[in-house]
C-alpha cells in the first residue's frame, strides 16, 4: 500500500513555520521599509507612525511579495536561476491560500487554468492598489513602480540585470516606501546613498555563484561605512564594521563553481549565514545616519 502524503496543513500554524524557513532575518522588504523610515529621521514613536509602518510593511512585503510572485516565479520556476520565492507568496503562507481559494483554484493548484492565474494577478493588483491609495500618492507610485520592477524580472533573464531588478524591488522600493510615508518629500543625499548601497549588497547576493561575484559585495559593503564616516558617526561605523567582520571571514569558505569540498559552502548557504549581519547591519546603519 503507498504510503499516505502527509498533511500540510497539520505542520503550519498561519504559515509560520514557512515564515520562518524562509530566513525571516534576511534583507527583505519588510526590513528595508523600517530602515527607510528610520533613515529618514521622521521616525519618532508616535502611534499613527507605528500603524503607519505596519500598514506599510503589509503592502510592500505581502502584497508587493505576491505581485512579484505571480509575475515571476511562474515564469522561471522550471530555470536553474529561479528567484527564491517570499515568505508571504509560498504555497502554504495565507495569502497565497486566500488567492487560490478566490481564484477558484483550490485543490488544483499543480494545473491552475490560465484564467484563473489572471484572476489572481487582477486581485492582487487590486488589493495592492486599494492600500496604497489609503496610504497616499507616494505609495500608488511606488506601487506602479514594483508592478514594473516584477515585469522588468520577468524579461531580463541575465543573472545580473535579473539580481538588480529583485534588489530594487525588494529593498530600493520599501527603503523609498518608508522614507516617503514617515519623512515626507525629502531627498537626504546620503539616506539615499545608503539605500543605494544596500541594494547593490542584495543584488550581489542574488547573483552570487562563487567568489568570483565577490567583489559587488565587497564594494557595496563599503558604501554604508562611508556614509557613517560621512555623517561623522565614528562609534556606528566601528559597530557596523563589526557586523561586517562575519560576512567577510567566511568568504575564503566559498565553494568554487566545480568544487567538492565539504568543509565549504555553496553561495546559498554563505548568503544564509551573512544575511542576519546585513540585516541588523541596515537598520544600524539607517538609524545612526539620521543624525
Partial sequence: MAEQAPNRDTHSVLGLRVWLTRQPFRLAPAWAVLAGALASGGLRGRRDNVLLLALAIVLADGLWGWLWALLVRRGHSASAGATPPLPYAAPEAPAARLWRWLAGSVGNEESAQPVAAWQSLLMAVLFAFGLA?????????????????????????????????????????????????????????????LAVGYVLLHAGALALRDRGGLWLLNLAQLIPLACLIAARQPLAAGALGITLLAPLAWQPWLRQSGEDDRESFDAHGYVRRAQVWWWAGMLLAAWAVAG
Fill in 133 to 193: 491609495a489609503l496610504l497616499g500618492p507616494a505609495a500608488l507610485a511606488l506601487t506602479a513602480a514594483a508592478l514594473l520592477a516584477g515585469l522588468a524580472r520577468y524579461l531580463l533573464a541575465g543573472r545580473w540585470t535579473g539580481a538588480l531588478a529583485q534588489a530594487v524591488f525588494e529593498i530600493g522600493l520599501a527603503w523609498l516606501l518608508g522614507h516617503l510615508l514617515v519623512g515626507g518629500l525629502t531627498w537626504p543625499m546620503l539616506p539615499m546613498l
